[in-house]
């Protein structure tokens, strides 16, 4: 113990030195990064609503409704409604002929996520234990907080 309060002691400088300079850092970083904030909904899928008559099972099915249910979220003409609903591009420049540029398409679809949330069960027909989706997270980060929580 003696020897670590020595070593503290001669290098008590230059600790104090690179505690102030990692705290300077984080305090910069904080004061001029923008703010970003995050929106997130989650949608539940009905394990009732899924029949067995679809193939591939019931995850299988599911599985396949959230990706169709993803495509139509992201698809351009999903994204120019609610663009326009929520007021997300105030610029006319993300505009052309009404609609939303390549440009701001891309932005608006980079800014959201989707991911299915998946979880272990044991299948009633077969007793193995399958991976079940039961949920997909959809998320939108932005830089508003009004528009993004919309």
Do not use: C
């Amino acid at each position: 113990m003696k020897n670590w309060l020595a070593i503290l002691r001669r290098r008590k400088l230059g600790a104090t030195l690179l505690a102030l300079t990692i705290l300077a850092i984080g305090g910069s970083a904080a004061v001029f990064l923008p703010s970003t904030y995050r929106s997130l909904a989650t949608v539940l899928v009905d394990q009732q609503e899924i029949s067995d008559d679809n193939g591939g099972g019931e995850t299988g099915y599911a599985d396949h409704r959230l990706q169709i249910l993803t495509k139509r979220v992201l698809s351009g003409e999903n994204l120019n409604i609610i663009a326009k609903d929520i007021g997300l591009f105030k610029d006319t420049e993300a505009y052309q002929n009404g609609k939303l540029t390549h440009n701001a398409l891309r932005g608006f679809r980079k800014n959201i996520n989707m991911e299915m949330i998946n979880t272990e069960v044991v299948d009633s027909k077969t007793r193995f234990k399958v991976d079940a989706t039961i949920a997909l997270d959809i998320s939108y980060i932005g830089k508003d907080p009004l528009i993004t929580q919309r």
